[in-house]
């Protein structure tokens, strides 16, 4: 007969209980495997399956936590002082540095999952000696520890030793792999940042992938982080921000050389059109829309088209819902909407609208106004008109900005709400102390740059002047930038608390951590 070692077993049930908790989420009838692979032996053969043994005891807590199987307290902690001695007694040994680095790893993993006692600080301790040796142990998998980061961002609170350990592991993976590798973890955490709602964290880390993809000529990855940036900032309502980045992703992609990185032309439109909708410029929204549905013809496959798919859903959905708002609240604007929609000859858009009449058939013009002012961010048609008025608020602030209706004027007016509001997020982790109440700031065009605050004891207010010239040159362009800059940073600190000295070494932290980077990319709004 075929006599199995325990080692072999133990695989086994490992494989098994994954298996079975992963299917059907209880381990009920099952208890009896999770016993066998703890009393097999004592001892563990190598690092790896002690590794899998704290894998196989967290199912059981889990499942036990969840009413999902019988197992005692006892035996949970019976089976994690045999995972510990086992560990203590294999650090007691002299080991190759691998395999110390492999031991460090594991006892990092023993002590961060411990449902007992928070020992999270311990098991980052463990895990930063691995990474201090990394220059030594050239063989030891330096992205599985990265991957055990981020699957624990989920149920992990803000630590400093985190940042650390993250920030060490993507450099060391930027020289052994490349800087895609170290992007790419940058996206994992982000996502599972994002996940978890902390959405500062997560622009945090799309940035250093958007920064790391393209400093490595690799495109297409940089773009897709860029739509998630913009994504992000719109989350956090931060809409200027959001059209800014997606208006980027439109203009590099416009000049990118590879098919592929051409194909976040329409989406970067897309996403801008998106942006324009929540802001109530509708006017807008059908110009980029209309520009976006022109690329998807070219560089898009048909509506079966994946990588399209919510560009097209953008479009048609809400073309179709502005075509009912408006033709319940003004008829004028309304032969403006309808037509523009009959130019795009869309059957799928005329299917549409007929059911979002029936939805909104039933209800009365004053419930439609209640959406659109706690659901958008400015009234339908905001942008039309002798004068624009942007309103949000962030940071406890009440921001309005207010300017001449002229294409000129708008650009520079975005471009400088756009670096606000990017400030601001940048802030959200680090409390700047800002005065709260209304801020108002009012743009106009002149001979030259110029800030004047005109604050009152009841409101805050600037007065912005840009140049009425338009930068052409490369040279301009990065110094209306670095003018519009100055200017955003201006009014950020006049509302600060901070003492200059302090105000100037949080954004000294910021600028390390490529805060120009993130308010200069792609190109101007002129």
């Known amino acids: 007969a075929f006599e199995s070692s325990a080692e072999f077993k133990r695989k086994v049930i490992y494989e098994v209980v994954a298996l079975r908790i992963r299917g059907t989420g209880t381990l009920r009838g099952w208890e009896k495997y999770i016993r066998e692979y703890f009393s097999l032996q004592k001892g563990f053969n190598h690092p790896v399956e002690a590794g899998e043994a704290i894998v196989v005891l967290m199912y059981g807590y889990g499942a036990k936590f969840r009413g999902a199987a019988e197992i005692t307290n006892e035996e949970l902690r019976t089976w994690r002082s045999q995972i510990g001695e086992y560990i203590e007694e294999e650090l007691r040994k002299e080991h190759p540095k691998t395999i110390q680095s492999v031991l460090y790893e594991l006892k990092g993993s023993f002590l961060v999952n411990n449902p007992y006692e928070d020992t999270l600080d311990e098991g980052l301790d463990w895990w930063i000696k691995v990474a201090e040796q990394l220059d030594e142990t050239p063989l030891f998998p330096l992205e599985r520890l990265a991957d055990l980061l981020t699957a624990i961002i989920e149920f992990m609170e803000t630590n400093p030793k985190f940042d650390k350990l993250t920030g060490m592991l993507d450099a060391h993976l930027e020289k052994r792999v490349g800087g895609f590798a170290a992007a790419e973890k940058s996206r994992d955490r982000a996502l599972a940042y994002r996940g978890k709602g902390d959405f500062g964290r997560a622009l945090k880390e799309l940035h250093k992938a958007k920064t790391s993809w393209y400093a490595h000529e690799t495109l297409y990855g940089s773009l897709l982080s860029m739509l998630l940036i913009a994504d992000t900032y719109s989350e956090l309502g931060l809409n200027y921000a959001a059209k800014y980045y997606a208006a980027a992703v439109a203009y590099i992609a416009s000049r990118a050389r590879e098919e592929k990185d051409k194909s976040f032309l329409p989406r970067g439109l897309s996403a801008l059109a998106e942006y324009e909708y929540m802001n109530g410029e509708w006017a807008h929204f059908f110009e980029h829309t209309d520009f976006a549905l022109k690329a998807l013809g070219v560089l898009s496959t048909g509506l079966d088209d994946k990588r399209m798919d919510r560009a097209y859903e953008r479009a048609f959905f809400y073309s179709s819902l502005i075509h009912v ?7 004028v604007v309304f032969k403006y909407a309808d037509r523009r929609i009959k130019e795009w000859n869309i059957d799928i858009i005329n299917d549409l609208i007929p059911e979002a009449k029936k939805s909104w058939s039933q209800k009365d013009v004053a419930e439609l106004i209640q959406k659109i002012k706690t659901e958008y961010y400015g009234h339908p048609f905001s942008d039309l008109g002798p004068l624009r008025e ?22 520079k007016a ?16 680090e409390e700047l102390y800002l005065l709260k109440g209304g801020a108002e700031i009012n743009i106009e065009l002149g001979e030259k740059f110029e800030v004047v605050n005109k604050s009152t004891p009841e409101q805050f207010c600037w007065s912005i002047t840009f140049p009425k010239n338009l930068p052409s040159a490369k040279e301009e362009i990065e110094d209306f930038h670095r003018r519009t800059f100055a200017i955003a940073i ?7 608390l901070f003492s200059n000295a302090r105000l100037s070494e949080l954004l000294e932290s910021f600028f390390r951590e490529g805060l120009i980077n993130k308010v200069m990319t792609g190109s101007s709004y002129e």
Request: charged letters at 20%.
């Open 325 to 331: 708002f408006t033709e319940m609240l003004d008829p």
């Open 390 to 411: 942007v309103k949000f608020e962030a940071a406890g602030i009440v921001w309005k900005f207010k300017w001449r209706n002229g294409l000129i004027e708008t650009a």
């Open 414 to 429: 975005e471009q400088l709400i756009a670096i606000v509001q990017i400030l601001l997020a940048e802030s959200i982790h």
């Open 490 to 496: 201006t009014i950020i600190s006049e509302l600060s």
